[in-house]
């Protein structure tokens, strides 16, 4: 069984950092690529940053560019979101999610809460 | 960057009833567009991918349909299951999500 677990989240002040960290099991993980995506309250969907099967290539939103960081461990099953220069605006639920054949997410890890306030 | 205009924002059905959501991409797609499912207070649900690509799972009530930059999610016979909210998703040039269509009863 797919299962993605995130964790790291909490409450943080602006400008401050943050990393998130989502594990994986139930597949190969180095065989996918892995995505972030975050929900502010009561607000849509936005995609955040994309990383390569192998970590080679990475791509962000516009809005986290230069402040976030996408990064994965495949020897620990495990995705990373360092997040630096954080805003009020960042406050949201942040799911992992893997890439089905294009990028496309079908698996989704359950959320983890990061509110930006000080 | 393509956006995605999703509508409508709401719906209000009555169970048994067929509803369609639309999303229009602000260029061609090439049907690269996914369909989700969520509930209040949990992940997202892949329903649908590649325009009309049923995941496994997805009850046959859902469908999909579309090209170019117009493309179409209908539920046939509302179930109160159904009661959700949905989103598309383009992926033919990184990622973009609707808006969101809240689905509630009528």
């Known amino acids: 069984e797919v299962q993605l677990v995130e964790s790291g989240g909490g409450l943080v002040q602006p400008g401050r950092s943050m990393k998130l960290s989502c594990a994986a099991s139930g597949f190969t993980f180095n065989n996918y690529d892995m995505a972030w995506v975050c929900q502010a309250p009561k607000k849509g969907l936005e995609w955040v940053a994309t990383i390569s099967y192998d970590g080679s290539s990475t791509y962000y939103r516009d809005s986290v560019k230069g402040r976030f960081t996408i990064s994965r461990d495949n020897a620990k099953s495990t995705l990373y979101l360092q997040m630096d220069s954080l805003r009020s605006e960042d406050t949201a639920t942040y799911y992992c999610?893997?890439?089905?054949?294009?990028?496309?997410?079908?698996?989704w890890g359950q959320g983890v809460m990061v509110t930006v306030s000080s | 960057d393509i956006q995605m205009t999703q509508s409508p924002p709401s719906l209000s059905a009555s169970l048994g009833d067929k509803v369609t959501i639309t999303c229009q991409a602000s260029q061609n797609i090439n049907k690269y567009i996914a369909w989700y499912q969520q509930k209040p207070g949990k992940a997202p649900r892949l329903l649908i991918r590649y325009t009309s690509t049923l995941e496994s799972g997805t009850p046959s009530r859902f469908s999909g349909s579309g090209s170019g930059r117009d493309y179409s999610f209908s539920i046939s016979n509302v179930e109160s299951e159904d009661i959700a909210s949905y989103y598309c998703?383009?992926?033919?040039?990184?990622?973009?999500f609707g808006a969101g269509t809240k689905l509630e009863l009528k």
């Open positions: 999610a893997r890439c089905a054949v294009a990028t496309d997410f079908d698996y």
């Open positions: 998703l383009q992926y033919d040039n990184l990622n973009t």
